[in-house]
């Protein structure tokens, strides 16, 4: 059989400060244990850099050795196949739990070291019953036996319900925040709907942190900062920063 595969443009970063902030969620994701494997990206709105950071995370677990599949599940509007430039007309996941694929024909490897790629796949009218669908609770089931990481980018989910459903299938999520955009209550929102599936809420990227918190406050203040922040969106300040198995944190810029 023909092997399926990619080419991802505009995966690698030079910022250093960025580079080194997603190592460092990377490692946090790592230390919440080895259960803890497939994992969701989510975001209040779009626009907060979610979808970024998720390749990021991806090609960075790949890096280190680990086999990755990151899959694309904003059936509603991804921005993947623009953004990283993919030629060709690729079989995704809508297509997939609508029957019209197998498995094998929506699964591609990639030119990023270890990262297999699900692709959102063309616009579904009805991607939240998609999801609840049988068939994505199996994929992800077998994709477990295979890698070590499943890396989900989900819909923002400030007023849409796929996010959830997804969660629900999920052994933790992370919420990517736009520092300066989104509101607590907003937060708060996305926060119970998470809580709401039954999955673990691992933490927060903090995301686009310029002007006063730039990458040199953070290379001199960075755990201070984020123990206030998560103080500020209600979390148990009874356990600290570095208690990375209730933690994960990560400064990035866009």
Do not use: W
């Amino acid at each position: 059989m023909m092997e399926m595969r990619l080419e991802l443009k505009n995966t690698e970063r030079s910022d250093y400060y960025y580079t080194e902030a997603v190592k460092t969620l990377r490692t946090n994701l790592q230390f919440c244990g080895s259960s803890i494997k497939t994992i969701l990206f989510t975001s209040t709105v779009s626009g907060e850099g979610k979808s970024a950071t998720t390749v990021a995370v991806a090609a960075s677990l790949g890096s280190i050795g680990k086999k990755v599949l990151l899959v694309d599940a904003d059936i509603r509007k991804s921005v993947l196949v623009k953004r990283h430039e993919i030629s060709g007309r690729p079989n995704g996941l809508s297509q997939y739990l609508s029957g019209q694929k197998k498995l094998g024909e929506v699964t591609y490897h990639t030119n990023v070291e270890n990262v297999d790629l699900i692709l959102a796949g063309p616009y579904s009218p009805n991607p939240a019953e998609l999801l609840e669908d049988e068939l994505f609770k199996r994929m992800l089931e077998n994709a477990r036996e295979i890698y070590d990481y499943i890396i989900i980018d989900t819909p923002p989910m400030l007023n849409l319900i796929d996010g959830a459903i997804i969660a629900s299938q999920c052994d933790g999520a992370v919420i990517v925040v736009e520092s300066g955009a989104i509101s607590y209550r907003m937060v708060q929102k996305v926060k119970t709907q998470l809580e709401k599936s039954g999955c673990r809420i691992l933490g927060t990227v903090l995301n686009r942190v310029g002007g006063e918190y730039g990458a040199g406050y953070y290379k001199k203040y960075y755990g201070k900062y984020y123990k206030k922040y998560y103080s500020k969106y209600g979390t148990d300040e009874s356990i600290g920063y570095d208690s990375v198995r209730e933690r994960v944190s990560c400064e990035t810029e866009r």
